[in-house]
Nanobody, 115 residues
Framework: QVRLVESGGGLVQAGGSLRLSCAASGYIVSIGAMGWYRQAPGKQRELVADITRGGSTKYADSVKGRFTISRDNAKNTVYLQMNSLKPEDTAVYYC?????????WGQGTQVTVSS
């Protein structure tokens, strides 16, 4: 079992920044890709960004140039630096981690961007 705990969400004005963190614990041997998804009210959950264990990254077009994903394998932690936030970035952000063909999810952290 892998447990993921997110932190760093909150309320910020448009144009501001937030940094999300997600720490993995439990049976963390062989954790592969980690990433962030988000879900806004009435919408489907969507990929924001993910990163392989080797550091290869992928971003949604809507966040390219504004968000940066990174990870610290020694700490089993993935980060999401979010700059130039927009009201449309408002959502619950979920961390995920892949391990041996199974995807684990965190409980989510709310990000609200006011205009």
């Amino acid at each position: 079992q892998v447990r993921l705990v997110e932190s760093g969400g909150g309320l910020v004005q448009a144009g501001g920044s937030l940094r999300l963190s997600c720490a993995a614990s439990g049976y963390i041997v062989s954790i592969g890709a980690m990433g962030w998804y988000r879900q806004a009210p009435g919408k489907q959950r969507e990929l924001v960004a993910d990163i392989t264990r080797g550091g290869s990254t992928k971003y949604a077009d809507s966040v390219k140039g504004r968000f940066t994903i990174s990870r610290d394998n020694a700490k089993n932690t993935v980060y999401l630096q979010m700059n130039s936030l927009k009201p449309e970035d408002t959502a619950v952000y979920y961390c995920n981690a892949d391990r041996v063909g199974f995807r684990y999810w965190g409980q989510g952290t709310q990000v609200t961007v006011s205009s």
